[in-house]
């Protein structure tokens, strides 16, 4: 009877541990929206160094050109992590989508550069009312400004510089909304005069023409600039909470790479930004920019955040500043680096 007790013993325990590996190696899909800018480095790197496929998950990525094309499909349910700017959220939020933000990966990423036509009317010293009306003064019309759509980080940004930072004359400036690509395109071609751009964009244009100017950094544009964030969708997060601290325990690891070993970190984005277009060379620059400031802390853009919808309300992009409740889940953060 022993024996037998003992044999039945050895085979139940042989069989949990074939078992078990084949159901902790299942992985678990996630749809993964992403704007392709420097800001959203951490989740590049995070799949490129394997943390994603360690954590258990099965990334598959579709790219936006905007963080308000990405909430549509948020709220549609054909995706399930959004990695964009912080605004469309508080829009989103006012629809009752469930979205929470789990971690940042970048602040004060927006810039302002002006083109070879209008950035010598910028020159040092300058009051930047006064250059925008020189500009129009000369050529006869208002200096046409490239951004993303309304209600977007970019638009905001570059919104809040012109009339509360610069005060600039409404007159003197034409806001110009266009996608990532077409905006990098149109300020290359002299389609527009200026634009508000952010990594990679700002080191590609600067490369291939030295008379881009950069005349606002995201810190003057917006301080404290809340910049691209991770969020989930709460159908997501409340099925699969083990993912999703898995998900930012890998953000975590990602961002201290892209901060301490920038050439380690950089062929996981060339990878996924390069596409043929853009060298290493240039995307190692672009991590190591100035409108590259990586953090994955949630907590750390509350507060801008809070400023941010109030100006979005003032300009007319948001009805009404939205509680924040609920909107930042800082509790995965905490956990992984509490490890």
Do not use: C
Not at 105 to 118: I, R, Y
Request: charged share 20%.
């Amino acid at each position: 009877m022993r024996s037998a007790l003992t044999a039945l013993a050895t085979l139940a325990v042989a069989a949990f541990v074939s078992a078990g590996p084949a159901i902790a190696a299942e992985p678990v899909p996630v749809r993964i929206g992403v704007i392709p800018v420097i800001g959203a480095a951490p989740v590049f790197v995070a799949n490129g160094e394997g943390g994603l496929k360690q954590a258990g998950l099965a990334p598959a990525f579709t790219t936006f050109e905007s963080g308000p094309n990405m909430i549509q499909a948020l709220a549609s349910g054909t995706i399930d992590v959004y990695v964009a700017g912080i605004a469309p959220l508080a829009v989103a939020r006012t629809k009752n989508i469930d979205v929470r933000v789990v971690a940042a990966t970048a602040v004060e990423e927006m810039v302002f550069v002006a083109g070879p036509k209008l950035a010598p009317y910028f020159a040092a010293g300058t009051d930047k009312a006064e250059a925008l009306r020189q500009f129009k003064a000369k050529e006869g019309r208002p200096a046409r400004l490239a951004t993303q759509p309304p209600g977007s980080v970019p638009n905001t940004t570059l919104q809040h510089w012109l009339w509360q930072v610069a005060k600039a004359d409404k007159a003197d400036a034409q806001i110009v909304a266009m996608g990532i690509d077409a905006t990098q395109q149109a300020l290359l071609a002299g389609a527009v005069d200026g634009a508000s751009i952010r990594e990679p964009a700002l080191t590609i244009v600067q490369t291939r023409n030295p008379a881009m100017k950069l005349v606002a950094t995201g810190a003057e544009m917006f301080p404290d600039q809340p910049g691209t964030v991770v969020a989930v969708s709460g159908a997501f997060a409340d099925k699969n909470p083990a993912a999703v601290q898995g998900l930012v325990d890998a953000l975590v690891k990602a961002t201290a790479t892209l901060k301490s070993d920038p050439d380690k970190a950089a062929p996981a984005v060339e990878q996924a930004l390069g596409k043929g277009i853009t060298d290493l060379a240039t995307i190692r620059k672009a991590i190591t920019s100035p409108a590259a400031k990586f953090t994955a802390d949630p907590r750390a853009i509350v507060e801008a955040t809070k400023a941010m919808q109030d100006y979005q309300v003032s300009i007319g992009t948001l009805d009404k500043a939205v509680p924040i409740d609920g909107l930042f889940v800082p509790g995965f953060y905490e956990k992984a680096t509490a490890r």
